[in-house]
């Protein structure tokens, strides 16, 4: 399926979430939305594996009629009933092939079914279903899965016969929609992540809890990915270890992920975390639908301020856990409430504790403390911490004296759901081969918008490139030297090393009086031919 196909999917499952959601709270139903669509990924997945693993035994000839007399609606469901002492073997077969089981009747199929049927026991079935797959499916990959979806909420209607009422035009809807859409996991992951963006434009302020716009998710991403040392050489042909510490929906770990493997380079394990319970989910469904395995990928329900994971919690050196590329879009000047043990705690204690009022030094030594020594880190933070005095003075000159950070870039201003401020990204790294920090100014460099700024390729391209090979560009970027910094008193406000203002034109005085001289006398000469003419129609001069 091409890209334009893609995210024709995604528009049409968005058309269908926006004509059927009416008064229901847009949060809510996208929870929803993205939970069926996984359910379709996944059972879809499961099906076709199944007739791999089953060959000519899998029955998908069966006609129509013989099963409505069976009562069944997956092919899956008749092989179970009829070979109901080989389904141990087979779903420990699917269990090491594809890491997970789904019983027939809770498949994406049935569940249509039902719907078209207007069954009265489709709620109960998908109750049981989430269940099942979060708690018997396999391992932990789907514990909690589901947990925010409250398929009894009032939200969906007042009694239970209105809530699988609504079930079943919604589920229908959906059904309906995307029926002639491939179920493969790059074109549902894709539409997945399409919705996740369209309901995060709809969602203000509270959309940078879990989504990165695109354009800028692609800069970091972009950045991270290439060889720390010399950027130059191009992307790396491998990444260990990929760490978001504020995950939200995973958008901006799937990017970097896609971004090596597209390069022809691939990623051991990608990890992240996330404190709000429902983005944590969402997240985990977003690797699952990407096709990733639970082995592939480990996404940390916890507090990342109070480092809560306690596989990032090893106190001996030797054992520490180093990423090759962190990735963050942590809450903005987030206040926190740091305590007199955290002046002890490993990844702040050679630095000092980031202000109460302003925790985004908290969350930009955090990630820090675990990026290995020849990896990237970029991290987007609001300007403040360019400038402010104090605690983040401190932290800041001592990154710099330590030649930790590479380079400021400048963003515009109103390129995020979450907030019009603009925003800079800060690019670390522990073994730094320049003895400089480059500052990129791309404030003024966006196509604007009715309700938001975006960046174009065009944009994307010159960040890049001038980040990859360190250009110094008139009014746009500069390579400023330790000592000049040093001189400003450690202070990374951009307008301090890159001069935007434009020159005023010199005016040379000689030459504006010759010019208004000859306008005068071209005046004087017109004046005196118009006068002839009044003067042979008897009308006065002028």
């Known amino acids: 399926m091409t890209k334009k196909e893609q995210q024709q999917l995604g528009k049409t499952l968005w058309d269908i979430a926006d004509n059927l959601r009416g008064a229901m709270n847009a949060d809510d139903f996208r929870d929803y939305m993205l939970s069926f669509l996984f359910l379709r990924y996944l059972s879809a997945n499961y099906e076709e594996s199944a007739k791999k693993e089953l060959g000519r035994d899998y029955p998908d000839n069966t ?14 469901e008749i092989w179970y009933t ?17 890491h997970y089981v789904i019983e027939p009747k809770y498949l994406w199929s049935n569940i249509t079914e039902m719907a078209r049927t207007h069954s009265d026991d489709l709620l109960e079935t998908l109750n049981k279903g989430f269940d099942y797959i979060e708690n018997q499916s396999f391992g932990n990959a789907f514990q909690g899965l589901f947990s925010e979806i409250n398929l009894n909420s009032e939200k969906l209607g007042k009694t239970h016969k209105d809530r699988n009422d609504k079930l079943c035009v919604i589920i229908q809807k959906i059904s309906e929609g995307i029926k002639d859409f491939s179920t493969d996991s790059d074109t549902l992951g894709d539409a997945y992540e399409y919705l996740i963006g369209q309901f995060a434009a709809g969602s203000g302020k509270k959309a940078g809890e879990f989504y990165t716009p695109q354009q800028i998710s692609s800069i970091l991403s972009e950045i991270v990915t290439l060889d720390s040392q010399d950027p130059t050489t191009g992307p ?8 978001d510490f504020a995950s939200g929906s995973g958008s901006l770990l799937l990017n970097v992920r896609k971004r090596i493997k597209d390069n022809g ?15 944590y989910n969402l997240a985990r469904m977003n690797m699952l639908l990407h096709g990733m395995k639970d082995t592939e990928f480990e996404i940390f329900h916890g507090d990342t301020l109070l480092n809560q994971w306690d596989e990032l919690n090893e106190m001996n050196p030797a054992k520490k856990i180093e990423f090759d590329a962190i990735v963050a879009n942590p809450p903005f000047s987030l206040r926190w409430e740091p305590n007199e043990a955290m002046a002890e705690d490993f990844r702040f204690k050679s630095y000092g504790l980031a202000p109460k009022s302003a925790a985004d030094f908290a969350f930009l030594l955090h990630g820090f403390h675990f990026l290995s020594q020849n990896g990237t880190m970029a991290i987007i933070l609001p300007h403040g911490v360019l400038f402010r005095g ?15 950070i590479d380079t400021v870039i400048g963003l515009p201003s109103n390129l995020f759901y979450s907030t019009g401020i603009p925003v800079c990204i800060i690019v670390l790294k522990k073994c730094k081969k320049e003895d400089d920090v480059l500052f990129i100014n791309a404030s003024e460099h966006f196509e604007k918008g009715k309700r938001q700024n975006t960046l174009s390729e065009a944009h994307f391209k010159k960040i890049i490139d001038t980040y990859k090979y360190r250009n110094e560009l008139p009014r746009y970027s500069r390579r400023v030297s330790m000592e000049e910094i040093a001189n400003q008193g450690y202070n990374l406000n951009i307008s301090r090393y890159v001069n935007t203002t434009v020159a005023e034109e010199k005016i040379d005085l000689v030459e504006v009086n010759k010019k208004s001289k000859a306008i005068d006398l071209e005046i004087e000469k017109f004046t005196n031919e118009h006068n002839k003419f009044l003067d042979e129609l008897g009308l006065p001069r002028i």
């Open 63 to 76: 006609p129509k009629d013989v099963m409505s007399k069976l009562k069944v609606s997956t092919p899956l």
């Open 82 to 98: 009829e070979n109901s002492t080989d389904v141990e073997f087979f779903e420990k077969q699917m269990r090491k092939k594809i």
């Open 236 to 243: 790396k042909n491998k990444l260990e270890r990929v760490l």
């Open 265 to 279: 380079g691939s990623v051991g394990k990608i990890y992240g975390q996330e404190k709000n319970i429902t983005t």
């Open 390 to 404: 104090g605690a983040e003075e401190r932290i800041r000159t001592k990154l710099l004296k330590d030649n930790n």
